[in-house]
C-alpha cells in the first residue's frame, strides 16, 4: 500500500535528515568552500535539508490527503 | 524634520495600526474561556501559519539570528538545522492533540497530559515548568524592543520607555482580544518581519560588498575561519561538535512542547489545517537566510562589538540609510518581538489559571477569565521588571528552559503512543528528568561529554519513566484508548459557526 510506504520514506527522511545536520556527517560538510549559489557550503547544506524537508513533507500530506478522501 | 522624528512617527504608526488589528480581531469570539484561551477552536490555516511561523521566530531570532551570525559565525547554522525537524513530529502529534482536545474540552498542556495521567500534583508542576520558562522568554523579547527603539531614536527614547510602549499595546489587545488578537496580529506582524528580512538580506550585501558570493568571499579571505563548522563559541574559541550536535538535538525535541506553541493546537478549526501548516513551516524557517546575512554582511565592516545583539540596530544606523529603511526595519524587528511576546504572556497567564490554580479551586467562567486577565498584566509586569534591570543573562536563562521544556516530550509522546505508560512513571519520569537537567546545568563540571543539560536529563528521564512504568499497575483501558487511538471527530461534529 502506498500510503505505508510513503510514511516510512518520510520516518526515513527525517532520521537521514537528524544525521545529515549533527556530527559525525555534518563535519564533512563543514568547509566554507567551495560557494553553492553563492552561500558557504556550510550554510548551504542546512538549508539543502530544508528544502528536502519541504518536498517530503508535500510529498506525505498529497497521500495522506488523498487516502483520507477529502 | 529631524530624522529620529521621522522614525518615531513610523514606529508610533506601526504600533497604532497593530492595536487596531489586536481589538477588532476579539469581534466574533465568543466570551468564554475556549473563546479567549483556544479562539473557539476557529483559526484557519493562513492564521495558523503566521501564528506558528512569527511565534517561532522572536526577537531572539531577528536581533541575536545576525548576533550570532556576526559574532560566532557558522555555528548559527544550527539554528537552520533544527526547525524543519522539530516541527516534522507535528505532523502526527498535533492532529491527535487538537482531536483529544476538541473531546474532552482542554486548553492547555497540562490538561491534555493530566487527562490520561490524573494528578494535581502533575498539573502544578507542569505550570510551574510553563511559567518559569515563559518568563525569561518574554522578558527577551521586551528588551529587544527596547534596545531597537533605543538605538534608532539615538537614545531618545530609552529602553524602558521603549519597552513599556510596545508592551503597553501587547497588553491592551491581549486583554481585550485574548489568542484571536495573537491570531491577527501574527499574521500582520508575520509579513511584515519576512518581507523586511529579505529586503534588508539582500539589499545589504549588494550595498557593502557588491553582492552574497562577493561579501562570503572576502570574509572567506579575511576571516577563514569563521564560516567553518562547527564556528565558534561565546568567547570567539572554537566551539565543540558535541555542543553544535546537542543543541540541535534538544531544540528540536523542545520545539513544539514550548507551551505557547503546544497550545496553539487547541485553536485550530480542524486537524487539515495543522498539516498544512507544519507542511509549510520550512517556508518559514527560509526566513533565517537573509537574517543571518544581515549579520555576516557586519563581519568586516564594524568592529567588534561588546554587545553583538546590538549589531542590527548598528549596522542600520552606519550606514546612513533612507529613513524608510530605517523605519521599516524597526517594525520589522518590533513585529518579531511583540508577535513572540504576545503569545507567550497569553500562555504564561492561562497555563497558570487552567493548570495552577483552577485544580485546586473551583473557579466559574467568569472568575477564570479575570484571573487570566489579571495574570497577563501580572506576567507582563513581572517580565518587565526583569527587562529593565540589568545584569541577568537572559539568553542563558532561555536556552536551560529549552533543556527543561524538552522533558515534556516523553510524557506527550507516552500518552499519545505508549499504552502501558502510568500516571507515577510519568511523574517520577519528569522529576528525574527536570532534576539531572539543572544539575547539569548549575554543575557543568560534572558532564562526562560536552553534550546540553538537556540531553543528559533526557537519557536519564526515559528509561526511568519505562522502569517505574512497567513496576505500577496498567491504567483503564478506556482512558488509554481515548489517547492512543481518539476516535476521529468529521467535520461534521464541529460546532458550526
Not at chain 2, 483556544?38 to 526577537?59: E, H, K, P, Q
Not at chain 2, 511576546?341 to 485544580?359: F, K, N, Q, T, Y
Not at chain 2, 537572559?394 to 516523553?410: D, K, N
Request: with cysteine; charged share 10%.
Amino acid at each position: 500500500m502506498i500510503r505505508s510506504l510513503i510514511r516510512r520514506l518520510a520516518i526515513g527522511v527525517f532520521l537521514l535528515n537528524v544525521l545529515a545536520v549533527t556530527w559525525p556527517v555534518v563535519s564533512l560538510f563543514r568547509s566554507s568552500e567551495p560557494l553553492v549559489f553563492g552561500l558557504p557550503l556550510s550554510m548551504a547544506w542546512p538549508i539543502a535539508w530544508i528544502l528536502i524537508g519541504f518536498v517530503m513533507l508535500l510529498v506525505l500530506d498529497h497521500f495522506e490527503d488523498r487516502d483520507r478522501g477529502e | 524634520m529631524d530624522r529620529w522624528v521621522a522614525i518615531s512617527s513610523m514606529i508610533v504608526a506601526y504600533l497604532g495600526l497593530t492595536l487596531w488589528v489586536g481589538l477588532r480581531a476579539g469581534r466574533g469570539t465568543s466570551a468564554t474561556v475556549d473563546g479567549f484561551v483556544a479562539g473557539d477552536r476557529n483559526f484557519g490555516f493562513l492564521i495558523m501559519y503566521f501564528v506558528t511561523g512569527a511565534t517561532v521566530f522572536s526577537a531572539f531570532a531577528f536581533l541575536g539570528g545576525p548576533g550570532w551570525a556576526y559574532s560566532r559565525g557558522a555555528a548559527a547554522f544550527y539554528i537552520l538545522s533544527y526547525g524543519v525537524l522539530g516541527m516534522a513530529p507535528w505532523y502526527v502529534i498535533g492532529p491527535k492533540v487538537a482531536r483529544i482536545g476538541r473531546r474532552l474540552g482542554q486548553v492547555t498542556q497540562a490538561q491534555f497530559l493530566t487527562g490520561r495521567f490524573r494528578s494535581r500534583g502533575l498539573s502544578l508542576v507542569i505550570a510551574l515548568i510553563s511559567i518559569a520558562a515563559l518568563i525569561p522568554y518574554i522578558t527577551l523579547q521586551m528588551r529587544g524592543a527596547g534596545i531597537v527603539i533605543e538605538a534608532v531614536t539615538d537614545g531618545r527614547v530609552p529602553l524602558w520607555m521603549g519597552a513599556a510602549a510596545a508592551y503597553g499595546i501587547v497588553l491592551v489587545y491581549v486583554l481585550v482580544s485574548g489568542v484571536s488578537a495573537v491570531g491577527w496580529t501574527n499574521t500582520l506582524q508575520g509579513v511584515f518581519m519576512i518581507a523586511i528580512a529579505w529586503s534588508l538580506g539582500i539589499y545589504l550585501p549588494n550595498a557593502l560588498y557588491g553582492g552574497i558570493g562577493p561579501m562570503f568571499d572576502a570574509i572567506i579571505s579575511q576571516r577563514p575561519e569563521l564560516l567553518e563548522l562547527p564556528g565558534l563559541n561565546a568567547s570567539g574559541e572554537p566551539w565543540n561538535w558535541a555542543g553544535y550536535s546537542s543543541a540541535i538535538l534538544i531544540s528540536a525535541v523542545g520545539l513544539t512542547m514550548w507551551p505557547h506553541l503546544f497550545m496553539k493546537a487547541f485553536t485550530a478549526r480542524d486537524e487539515r489545517i495543522i498539516r498544512r501548516t507544519v507542511v509549510w513551516f520550512p517556508t518559514f524557517q527560509l526566513f533565517l537566510v537573509p537574517v543571518f546575512l544581515i549579520g555576516f554582511a557586519g563581519v568586516l565592516f564594524v568592529d567588534s562589538l561588546s554587545q553583538p545583539d546590538f549589531i542590527l540596530p548598528h549596522l542600520i544606523l552606519r550606514l546612513d540609510l533612507p529613513v524608510v529603511v530605517v523605519g521599516l526595519f524597526c517594525a520589522g524587528a518590533l513585529s518579531a518581538s511583540m508577535s513572540t511576546g504576545d503569545a507567550l504572556m497569553h500562555a504564561a497567564a492561562s497555563v497558570a489559571v487552567e493548570d495552577g490554580v483552577r485544580p485546586f479551586v473551583e473557579l466559574d467562567e467568569v472568575q477564570q477569565r479575570l484571573l487570566i486577565r489579571i495574570l497577563i498584566v501580572v506576567a507582563g509586569a513581572a517580565a518587565y521588571y526583569f527587562a529593565v534591570s540589568e545584569g541577568i543573562s537572559l539568553v542563558v536563562l532561555l536556552l536551560t528552559s529549552y533543556g527543561i521544556i524538552a522533558q515534556l516530550a516523553p510524557p506527550v509522546v507516552a500518552a499519545l503512543f505508549w499504552r502501558r505508560a502510568t500516571t507515577p512513571g510519568i511523574i517520577v519520569g519528569l522529576l528525574a528528568g527536570g532534576f539531572t537537567t539543572l544539575l547539569f546545568f548549575f554543575w557543568p563540571a560534572l558532564k562526562p561529554i560536552a553534550l546540553h543539560e538537556g540531553l543528559f536529563g533526557l537519557i536519564v528521564h526515559v528509561p526511568v519513566l519505562i522502569l517505574v512504568s512497567l513496576l505500577t499497575p496498567v491504567q483503564d483501558r478506556t482512558l488509554v484508548e481515548s489517547y492512543v487511538n481518539p476516535p476521529a471527530a468529521g467535520r461534521s461534529v464541529l460546532p458550526g459557526r
